[in-house]
């Protein structure tokens, strides 16, 4: 996945979030599968990362387990630093 791409699913992650739209489920799914399925490659990118998951496994974590792949991914990235 592109860096591009990595940082407009963030941006309008925080669009999405503010709306109360009954679509927007659907759309913050999405959002959220690209920013977790993500490799980081800054700080800033692993913090966005971060930005999903702490309410992720606040609420119990994912049933599809993308959250813990995204915690190994920054682990990986917080490695090669």
Do not use: W
């Amino acid at each position: 996945m592109g860096q591009a791409n990595f940082a407009q699913a963030a941006t309008e992650l925080q669009l999405a979030a503010a709306s109360e739209d009954d679509g927007t489920y659907r759309t913050l799914e999405r959002l959220e599968r690209i920013i977790l399925d993500h490799k980081p490659h800054t700080p800033d990118e692993a913090v966005a990362m971060l930005d999903v998951i702490i309410p992720d496994v606040s609420a119990g974590g994912r049933s599809d387990g993308r959250d813990v792949k995204a915690l190994c991914s920054i682990r990986s990235m917080l490695t090669g630093i």
